[in-house]
C-alpha cells in the first residue's frame, strides 16, 4: 500500500487525513526503521506493509467506535500499534502507551517528542501491575495481537469505565470468542458486536470484538500473570 492507496482506504473509513498528519505518520515510519537496525521492534519494514499492516490496519478501530476526545489505553502497544497511531490522526483523543519492555517505551517516548503530541503518556508496566492503580479509568481500552482473548480479557476489561469498550483487534478469531465467553462475562463485560472484515489487497482477515463494561470488575482481577497463563477464566 503506497501513500496514495493508504489515503484512498482511509476516506473509505470515513477519514480525512491531513498533509500534517501524513508528515508526522512518514517521520514516525524513518524513525521505526533507524530504531530498528538495532532494537528489534518490528518484522515489517517495507514502507507499503508498514503502511498498510501497521498504520492502516491501526485505524480500522473506527470501524468499531467513534473517536473523539475520549481516553483510551493501548496495552502492550509495542512499536505504538494502534495507540500513537490513533493519536497522531485522532489529536482529541487522550492516549496512554502501556508496555512491558522499556526499550520499546524509549522509542514511543522519542517519536512522542519528535512530533510534539500532547495528551499522550507511556507507561512501562505490564498489565496487570499498572492495573492496580488505574481500574476503571479509561473510556476505551484497545490491544492488538498480544495475547489468547481470554487471558486479554482479565488484562484489558478491569481498565474500562462502566459503559465503556474494551475492543480487541484480532485476526481470525471465531474460536478464540467462543472460548472466552466466560471470562468476558465474569469479568464484567457483554459482547455488542464482532466486525469481520479483509485488509485491502486481501493481505489478511481482521476481527474486532467490541465488548461493553456493564459491571464493575470484582477486586481479584487482574491476577498475576503466570496465575492468568497457567489457569484463564
Known amino acids: ?88 490522526v485522532f489529536p482529541n483523543l487522550k492516549v496512554t502507551l502501556v508496555d512491558s519492555l522499556n526499550k520499546r517505551i524509549t522509542f514511543l517516548d522519542t517519536v512522542i517528542k519528535t512530533l510534539q503530541l500532547k495528551d499522550v503518556k507511556t507507561m512501562h508496566a505490564r498489565a496487570e501491575e499498572y492495573a492496580l492503580n488505574n481500574k476503571e479509568k479509561f473510556d476505551i481500552v484497545t490491544s492488538r495481537a498480544v495475547a489468547n482473548l481470554n487471558m486479554l480479557s482479565e488484562l484489558c476489561i478491569p481498565f474500562v469505565k462502566l459503559g465503556g469498550y474494551f475492543i480487541p483487534m484480532k485476526a481470525d478469531a471465531k474460536e478464540e470468542i467462543e472460548t472466552s465467553r466466560k471470562a468476558i462475562k465474569t469479568l464484567g463485560g457483554v459482547i455488542k458486536n464482532i466486525i469481520n472484515f479483509q485488509l485491502p489487497n486481501d493481505t489478511g482477515i481482521r476481527t474486532l470484538i467490541k465488548i461493553e463494561k456493564v459491571s464493575k470488575t470484582s477486586e481479584k482481577y487482574p491476577r498475576k500473570f503466570a496465575e492468568i497463563k497457567k489457569k484463564p477464566l
Request: charged share 25%; net charge negative; hydrophobic share 40%.
Open 1 to 88: 500500500m503506497n501513500k496514495e492507496e493508504f489515503v484512498k482506504a482511509l476516506k473509505c473509513l470515513n477519514i480525512d487525513i491531513s498533509e500534517k498528519q501524513l508528515n508526522d505518520l512518514d517521520i514516525y515510519y524513518k524513525m521505526l526503521i533507524e530504531y530498528n537496525t538495532h532494537t528489534n521492534l518490528t518484522r515489517i519494514t517495507e514502507e507499503h506493509e508498514v503502511y498498510l499492516k501497521h498504520f492502516y490496519d491501526s485505524l480500522t478501530l473506527v470501524k468499531a467506535i467513534n473517536l473523539n476526545n475520549q481516553t483510551l489505553l493501548d496495552v502492550g502497544t509495542g512499536a505504538g500499534f494502534p495507540g500513537l497511531v490513533l493519536k497522531i
